[in-house]
């Protein structure tokens, strides 16, 4: 077993920051471990080394983050860049990837702070060159100023392809067209939670600013899109669509050979899976959630989750959640008392609560459909790693494998590369639809360590950092 640290930390988004910075400047030993070579999480990625034009391009949302980068690095947290965590567990002992050397180190407490991911959603041509998510699109211009050279589509659902179709036209990207998946009825079932969302921020309004922005541009938005393809042989050729439009249905095609999709975030559970979090399933968010109290406690004594990887709140939320998290491990090292804790919490509290009143608008606006999430074509590639299609994970429920573990024995679906990041919430959706059953009922797959990978070398080399 390697050294021991009091307070240590995975994640550097908002959430880790602001988690580290406050339990740093009450005088706790903090090491924070992030993968990422900068501070800033995904909304900040790149932050303190993004170069003024690029940042005046962004908007400013994204400049906020340079204020809790400061905060953080003025603090006397330890940070430790391009640190990769391949596993937790249940007694704070952390494996962590660090100069290329593998090692496990012990932590008194643990703030889990590693974010959300874009939900992966299968569908027909998805691993065709070409084919990119959105948000690694963005992370592409925040980091490098990269952008599709020959103008895009965007395709999805939520608040991020709004944001990087309105962030392109601002670099001067050709967006051919923004198709947006959730269902026309979804406006009514979120219509009650307007006068709430209205109150939270200023969330509504941008929204609104960047469609008209992109009204002007000449960017045509498309609503109520189902049935996306991406054609083409060695990489994509062309989107193809259904658009519902008076009562009638039609197909149509757009020429690109860029396709940016998006079906919103979903939180990383991989680490607090491995830890033994109790983890529930979020019926507003569509994904699963570990279990948490108000100061991010888990039902894992001394491990904590804070901002996306708690379930889906958006930056600023996660950043009071890092807040409290703090507080809550400084009291419970007797550092402040039950008193001073409830008393620095309580802004932060407030702040949730009035924060948090957009969710429910937005979950009901951007509710995915079923028909999206279960991939309704048989030839459509679930499992990038193992190349296994939704037909055969239908047959294999069929024959009797009727959960998503048992279909993974069978299938090897999600024992690639990727550890079933990017197949597991569509297998559990397929295994749940074949059975008829609700897809609360079914768990993804058991995670086991390494949740990323590590080389055979590397695992042999374990402990040596500590001789
Ligand atoms: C791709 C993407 C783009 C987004 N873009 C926007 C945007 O433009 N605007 C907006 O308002 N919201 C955006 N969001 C949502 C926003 O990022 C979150 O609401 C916010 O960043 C949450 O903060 P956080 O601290 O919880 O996590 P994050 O900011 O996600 O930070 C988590 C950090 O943990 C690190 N990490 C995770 N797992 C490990 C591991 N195993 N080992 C080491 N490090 C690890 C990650 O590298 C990351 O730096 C985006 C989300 C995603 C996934």
Known sequence: MGDSYQLVIIGAGPGGLCAATTAANLGLDVTVLDEQPSPGGQIYRGISNTPDDRLALLGADYQHGADLVEAFSASKANYWPQTNVWSLNSRRQIGILRHGQASIIQAERVIVASGAMERPVPFLGWTLPGVMYAGAAQILLKTAGVVPANGTVIAGTGPLPLLVAWQYLRAGVSVKAVLEFSPRSNLWRAAPHLPKALVAGDYISRGLKYTLDLNKGGVPIYYGISGLQAQGHDRIEAVEYGWDTLGSS???TIVTNSLLVHFGVIPRINLTKSAGCHHIWDRGQQCWR????????????????VGDSAGIGGARSA???GRLAALEVARSL???????RDLQGQEDLKWIGKDLRVRPFLEALYRLPDSLLVPPDDKTLVCRCEEISAGQIRQAVREGHAD??????????????????QCAPAVAQIVAAENLRPVSDYTTFRVRPPIRPLSIAQLANLGRAEE
């Open 250 to 252: 039609r197909r149509e």
């Open 290 to 305: 570990p279990q948490v109290d108000k100061w991010g406690n888990t039902n894992v004594p001394g491990i904590a989750v």
């Open 319 to 321: 950043e009071h959640s």
């Open 334 to 340: 007797h550092t402040i008392d039950t008193q001073q």
């Open 404 to 421: 998503p573990d048992r279909v993974k024995f069978y299938l090897r679906c999600g024992m690639g590369p990727c550890q079933g990041r």
